[in-house]
């Protein structure tokens, strides 16, 4: 699948076109690659639902760029919050209680959701120039093993994104997927993973 060569602005670009448009990509996170479209287009979730074949009742994570980036999405973030992701060591997920402005189908059936700040070059700046918070989930079938890197994704997955980025295709670490924190609005926090 390593096709022509681009560089990693005009992958952005491509990518973000995309995203704009509706679309859906496959794209490398800050732990596996990820199906990924604007958190904020309940078509475009539901695109995502439907490649995977996964119930809408099974939420998804979305990813942000920035601490401001989270705080336009949650409204009341508890300070354990600030102090999970200052002594975070791996990617940490923290699912919050009541997000705004991003699609219904995408929260669980108690209107929470799954929000990672993502370090990672290609997702943190897509998600910066995109200015909306990314869907992230394993680029598999539901119920099927998550692929670890680009070379042990199906061809229906690859085949069902509208756009397959081409940076990271030939990196072969073992990233792991992250760790899971579910915190309510109190400020009580469960770890999930």
């Keep these: 699948m390593q096709n022509e060569t681009i560089s990693f602005g005009e992958d952005i670009r491509n990518a973000l076109e995309c995203l704009r448009k509706g679309g859906i990509i ?45 705080e336009r999405i949650v409204s009341n973030i508890p300070e354990v919050a600030w102090q999970l992701i200052e002594s975070a060591v791996n990617p940490l997920t923290i699912i919050y209680d009541n997000p705004k402005g991003v699609a219904g189908n995408l929260l669980a059936s108690d209107g929470s959701l799954g929000i990672r ?65 579910k915190l309510s609005d109190g400020g009580l926090f469960k770890v999930i993973r």
């Excluded at 990924?36 to 009742?57: F, M, Q, W």
């Design 117 to 181: 700040i993502t370090g990672e070059r290609f997702s943190n700046e897509l998600c910066r120039r995109l200015r909306r918070p990314l869907v992230s989930t394993s680029a598999n079938v539901s119920g099927e093993k998550s692929p670890v890197n680009f070379s042990e994704i199906t061809e229906d997955i690859i085949n069902g994104a509208d756009y397959v980025v081409k940076y990271r295709q030939d990196d072969m670490g073992h990233p792991s997927p992250s760790n899971i924190i």
């Design 26 to 70: 496959l794209y490398p996170t800050d732990t596996i690659w990820g199906i990924g479209c604007d958190a904020t287009n309940p078509e475009a979730v539901r695109k995502i639902y439907e490649l995977k074949r996964r119930a809408e009742s099974k939420s998804m994570l979305v990813l942000v760029d920035s601490e401001g980036s989270l």
